[in-house]
């Protein structure tokens, strides 16, 4: 009998959070079927010369089995997930993880299943974001108006950064990496382990700990593949993707100390912001977060804004 062939694509380095985990979940699926199975990690389709927008698409055809994305690529399928694009809403990872792992996040996978071929395997942490740019420090409002920043391809994402007074211009991770060194984008925003990863701290020396944003990565996998494997495999998957998950949230909670400690201070300034500073960040947004608030359970919002941020 031919082994079942599990493809997983990601768009990131072998050193990063994500592609560790999913090489993990690799793992514990052939030691759970052995030659029942064929694993298969292609960690960066960007060097296949393809955006990481097409990893869904990918899955969504078969082309790929698994696949990790931004939720921000899922929220027109739940539009729930958008609570994770408004800015400053959560602030510790205990939290949002309850919410992800609880009802929230079984509304917004049920949803994803629904209007879409994926099914999914689990919520990663897709890490606190902050700025970096190659223009001058970042420690207020101010500090960013007029600079081109590149975003994800998110509207809300847009309206948090022209309210701070940022120029947003949408694009894929592919072309931004590649353009990094020219001169479309001044500004960035990204977790730590990207800003390392992605090669992003050797054109941009400043990099403020904003933490504007937390994101959320689903992991996914086509249903139709699924329904398609022998029921032992199901089972495999189904016993190793919360194994994965809980591996890959644990590694992003380290990964933020570990990329501190390798930045080299004579290269890169990390601003951390005081009490004061981060206050004039949230008081800028605040009329987006206010417009948007409306549109989400005052309860969800209560819980993933009753801690502070881990420094």
């Known amino acids: 009998m031919n082994p079942v062939a599990l493809k997983c694509g990601g768009y990131q380095e072998p050193a990063s959070v994500h592609n560790r985990a999913a090489a993990r979940f690799g793992e514990?699926?052939?030691?759970?079927?052995?030659?029942?199975?064929?694993?298969?990690?292609?960690?960066?389709?960007?060097?296949?010369?393809?955006?990481?927008?097409?990893?869904?698409?990918?899955?969504?055809?078969?082309?790929?089995?698994f696949c990790y994305m931004s939720t921000v690529r899922f929220s027109k399928a739940a539009p729930a997930l958008r609570l994770l694009e408004l800015p400053f809403v959560v602030k510790d990872r205990r939290a949002v993880f309850q919410a992800?792992?609880?009802e929230y996040g079984k509304q917004a996978a049920r949803r994803i299943e629904e209007n879409t071929p994926c099914r999914v395997l689990g919520f990663w942490d897709n890490g606190f974001r902050h700025l970096s740019?190659?223009?001058?420090?970042?420690?207020?409002?101010?500090?960013?108006?007029?600079?081109?920043?590149?975003?994800?391809?998110?509207?809300l994402h847009g309206e948090t950064f022209r309210a701070l007074g940022f120029e947003p211009v949408k694009s894929d991770v592919k072309e931004f990496t590649e353009q990094i060194g020219g001169e479309r984008f001044q500004a960035q925003d990204n977790p730590l382990t990207n800003i390392y990863h992605f090669g992003v701290h050797r054109y941009h020396r400043y990099i403020t700990l904003s933490g504007h944003f937390w994101g959320a990565s689903a992991f996914v996998c086509n249903a139709a593949h699924y329904r398609s494997w022998p029921k032992d495999v199901q089972a495999a998957v189904d016993a190793a993707a919360p194994e994965a998950t809980a591996c890959q949230r644990?590694?992003?909670a380290q990964e933020d100390a570990e990329i501190m400690a390798r930045l080299d201070?004579?290269?890169?300034?990390?601003?951390?912001?005081?009490?004061?500073?981060?206050?004039?960040?949230m008081k800028a947004v605040e009329p987006v977060l206010q417009k948007h608030r409306k549109e989400f359970d005052p309860k969800l919002f209560a819980n993933?804004?009753?801690?502070?941020?881990?420094?």
Do not use: W, Y
């Open 304 to 311: 993933l804004e009753e801690r502070q941020i881990p420094r």
């Open 133 to 155: 740019n190659r223009v001058r420090p970042i420690r207020s409002p101010e500090d960013c108006r007029g600079l081109r920043i590149r975003t994800q391809m998110s509207d």
């Open 265 to 281: 201070p004579a290269k890169n300034e990390v601003i951390q912001l005081t009490d004061e500073e981060r206050s004039a960040f």
């Open 250 to 252: 644990q590694l992003a």
């Open 28 to 65: 514990l699926l052939t030691r759970a079927l052995g030659d029942r199975v064929r694993f298969e990690l292609i960690g960066s389709i960007l060097k296949l010369g393809r955006p990481s927008g097409d990893l869904v698409p990918m899955v969504e055809k078969g082309e790929l089995s």
């Open 100 to 102: 992800l792992d609880g």
